[in-house]
């Protein structure tokens, strides 16, 4: 199935336009999602309006409505949200270039594939990229998308771009807030020492396929086991926690340091030795 694409107009850069297509990076396929059944039929519950002291009323009648104080509405047509949508613009242009370390992770929403649309939009789509690298900048910009406005960052991906969509300030919590009762103070030496011993230990580059969503796993085994029996009684099985797994607070914070550091040393597998050539 071809991928769809999220967005097609251009990137301007100055005098200079660049068609292009951006398609979604990510995907929600692997999410198993559930529906209320009512057990007794195994029919699907349906949800009807109500309001309370009236009842069950009429779609028609549905308004939207934003609370500013308890139980205070301020009533809005659909007429008039749509009148204050942005208008669905067709050029997405670079207002500003800064270094990628510049942007907090907070701020990172959503990633998009950016591709030229045709042989002839290549050379300058290729010449933004190649720019991007060799400043090692981020392009800035406002992508105008179904009545709204998305702040975007754009950074070279391999052949293509990255375009990903960033949250406005308004959006992010700052963290200080919630980090203020923490102490100042610096850890022993020791202590510090034997962290970073384990953390270079179990330092490796970076491979997404590596990790596995096992309450996925667990879920789809369950479901594809309760089909198989055609029975409604429970299945329940233990899952075993993770290895290494603490049954409760660390007390002595040097001891299990240690021996953690012990227990890995242990493990490692020792370095094969090569047979001397005759």
């Given at each position: 199935?071809?991928?769809?694409?999220?967005?097609?107009g251009?990137?301007?850069?100055?005098l200079?336009?660049?068609?292009?297509?951006?398609y979604?990076?990510?995907?929600?396929?692997?999410?198993?999602?559930?529906?209320?059944?009512?057990?007794?039929?195994?029919?699907?519950?349906?949800?009807?309006?109500?309001?309370?002291?009236?009842?069950?009323?009429?779609?028609?009648?549905?308004?939207?409505?934003?609370?500013?104080?308890?139980?205070?509405?301020?009533?809005?047509?659909?007429?008039?949200?749509?009148?204050?949508?942005?208008?669905?613009?067709?050029?997405?242009e670079?207002?500003?270039f800064?270094?990628?370390?510049?942007?907090d992770?907070?701020?990172?929403?959503?990633?998009y594939?950016?591709?030229?649309?045709?042989?002839?939009?290549?050379?300058a789509?290729?010449?933004?990229?190649?720019?991007l690298?060799?400043a090692?900048?981020?392009?800035?910009?406002?992508l105008?998308?179904?009545?709204s406005?998305?702040?975007?960052?754009?950074?070279?991906?391999?052949?293509g771009?990255?375009?990903?969509?960033?949250?406005?300030a308004?959006?992010?919590?700052?963290?200080?807030?919630?980090?203020?009762?923490?102490?100042?103070?610096?850890?022993?030496?020791?202590?510090?020492?034997?962290?970073?011993?384990?953390?270079?230990e179990?330092?490796?580059?970076?491979?997404?396929?590596?990790?596995?969503?096992?309450?996925?796993?667990a879920?789809r085994?369950?479901?594809?086991?309760?089909?198989?029996?055609n029975?409604?009684?429970?299945?329940?099985?233990?899952?075993?926690?993770?290895?290494?797994?603490?049954?409760?607070?660390?007390?002595?914070?040097?001891?299990?340091?240690k021996k953690?550091?012990g227990?890995?040393?242990?493990s490692?597998?020792?370095?094969?030795?090569?047979?001397?050539?005759?």
């Amino acid at each position: 199935m071809a991928a769809r694409t999220y967005w097609q107009g251009q990137i301007r850069l100055a005098l200079v336009s660049i068609p292009v297509e951006i398609y979604s990076a990510s995907k929600s396929g692997s999410k198993i999602r559930f529906n209320q059944i009512h057990e007794p039929t195994g029919k699907r519950v349906s949800y009807e309006k109500t309001v309370s002291g009236i009842g069950p009323i009429d779609r028609d009648d549905i308004i939207k409505g934003y609370e500013i104080s308890k139980g205070e509405y301020v009533l809005l047509e659909d007429e008039e949200i749509e009148a204050v949508k942005i208008e669905s613009r067709k050029t997405l242009e670079l207002v500003q270039f800064v270094d990628a370390c510049e942007i907090d992770p907070l701020y990172f929403e959503k990633p998009y594939y950016v591709a030229p649309k045709d042989d002839l939009a290549e050379e300058a789509f290729v010449v933004l990229r190649e720019a991007l690298r060799k400043a090692k900048k981020v392009a800035l910009g406002q992508l105008s998308v179904r009545g709204s406005e998305k702040l975007v960052a754009i950074k070279p991906c391999g052949k293509g771009l990255l375009l990903e969509t960033l949250r406005y300030a308004d959006e992010v919590h700052k963290g200080q807030s919630f980090f203020s009762g923490i102490d100042e103070a610096k850890p022993k030496k020791e202590l510090l020492d034997l962290a970073t011993t384990l953390i270079d230990e179990k330092s490796a580059p970076f491979d997404a396929g590596e990790f596995k969503d096992r309450y996925i796993d667990a879920l789809r085994k369950l479901i594809d086991k309760k089909a198989k029996s055609n029975s409604k009684k429970a299945i329940i099985e233990d899952v075993d926690a993770p290895e290494g797994a603490a049954g409760g607070n660390v007390i002595d914070l040097m001891a299990a340091l240690k021996k953690s550091v012990g227990e890995r040393k242990g493990s490692a597998k020792p370095a094969s030795k090569r047979k001397k050539s005759a």
